[in-house]
């Protein structure tokens, strides 16, 4: 496993709260970037065509597929990956619909059906209008959360606390009331298990789906819901800053989630997951990466932290 140092720093969001900045310093000579909340929408998948791709070549799926399916052979363990640019359009998978235990990454899930419904309770759709549901002190919408949730989601999606997943997913109807959410969120391989979140099935296609009801105006959640998920999945603590953002360059804006847990009942070894976006100049990336039987955590998180920038990178250099 990859060791960083962290340092920390205060930028000025697009509100202009203080955003906590993770700036990543590996000390191996990797490319990476900082880790802070990524919180606008984007209309359409196609939104935001026309970025600088001087230079760029035809994106050739074929090897990238190839090249990705060749690193996997020679790995202990299996994995899936499925990615999207939301800049050019390009979107890559490899056994994007496999089956994997989530592990945590079935947080964000959680939060993200919580929200959905107390937005349904408060009758409330993505584009409803007038000042009904606005907390006076901040002019946003209302999420519906008491202050005691609010700190348990801080703490479940920040520090992966486990203890905070397990009255979040109660509140949300347990799997009854994620299987309900999801169907509006479209993600068609999550299997919310019945009482331990952890345990449920999903597949990096479906995590895909996921972060795209994070980052589309054509979600289901308001956006004051979507810019609150993410701006946790940017300012995780420092431990926890790895996965996906091994494929972000420096100056990159970067909202995760990870899970990993040691799996006996469902498969063998540890299952390592990291999903999120990545958010620079000319490109908007939303990728998910799961593995499973890899022997270590350590194993999981180098096969997932190096199929992502593999990915990551094919798509940088290519246009439609």
Known sequence: MRRHIIALAVAAGATGAGLTVHQLVSDVPQRKGAVMGATQSIGSPAAGRGADVAGARPFDRAGLRRTVRAYLGGRPGKAGVMATDLRTGLSFGENEKGDFVSASVMKVDILASLLLQRQQRAGRGPATGGGRGLNPASGERDLGLSDGQRDLASQMIRE??????????????LSAGVRKANKRFGMTDTKPFATSWGSSWTSPADQVRLLTNLTSDRSPIEA????????????????????????????????????????????????????????????????????????????????????????????????P
């Not at 905070?164 to 949300?172: F, G, N, Q, R, W």
């Open 160 to 173: 992966s606390d486990n203890t905070a997943a397990d009255a979040l997913y109660s509140a949300a109807g």
């Open 224 to 319: 004051s819901g979507r810019r609150y998920i993410l701006g946790l999945m940017g300012s995780v603590v420092a431990e926890q800053a790895w996965g996906i953002s091994a494929a972000a360059l420096p100056g990159e804006r970067v909202a995760l989630k990870n899970g990993w847990t040691p799996v006996h009942d469902q498969g063998n070894g540890w299952a390592v997951n990291s999903i999120g976006r990545i958010t620079g100049r000319d490109h908007d990336f939303l990728i998910a990466v799961c593995s499973g039987d890899s022997p270590t955590m350590e194993a999981g998180v180098a096969t997932v932290e190096h199929v992502s920038d593999m990915v990551v990178d094919a798509l940088r250099v290519s246009r």
